[in-house]
Nanobody, 119 residues
Framework: QVQVVESGGGLVQPGGSLRLSCAAS????????MGWYRQAPGKQRELVAG???????NYADSVKGRFAISRDNAKNTVYLQMNSLKPEDPAVYSC?????????????WGQGTQVTVSS
């Protein structure tokens, strides 16, 4: 069982920045594929950004150039740097960890952290 814990959400003004952190347990964190998702009220959950075990990244079109995902395997942590936040970015942001097939192909979620953008 992998424990996933997000932190770093909060209230920020339009144009501002926030950095979200996601800590995942396990001695093979370096092998996890990690992703940040978000869900706004009345909308479906969507992938915001993902990072593979090898460091390859992918982003939703709506956040390209503004958000950056990174990982620190020594700290078992993934980050989402969010810049130039817009009124359409508020949501509950959740972190997802996917373990490789060799280790059970598990899919784990954190509890989510709220991001609010308001002046």
């Amino acid at each position: 069982q992998v424990q996933v814990v997000e932190s770093g959400g909060g209230l920020v003004q339009p144009g501002g920045s926030l950095r979200l952190s996601c800590a995942a347990s396990g001695s093979i964190f370096r092998l996890y594929a990690m992703g940040w998702y978000r869900q706004a009220p009345g909308k479906q959950r969507e992938l915001v950004a993902g990072i593979s075990s090898g460091g390859s990244t992918n982003y939703a079109d709506s956040v390209k150039g503004r958000f950056a995902i990174s990982r620190d395997n020594a700290k078992n942590t993934v980050y989402l740097q969010m810049n130039s936040l817009k009124p359409e970015d508020p949501a509950v942001y959740s972190c997802n960890a996917v373990t490789p097939k060799l280790y059970g192909a598990g899919d784990y979620w954190g509890q989510g952290t709220q991001v609010t953008v308001s002046s």
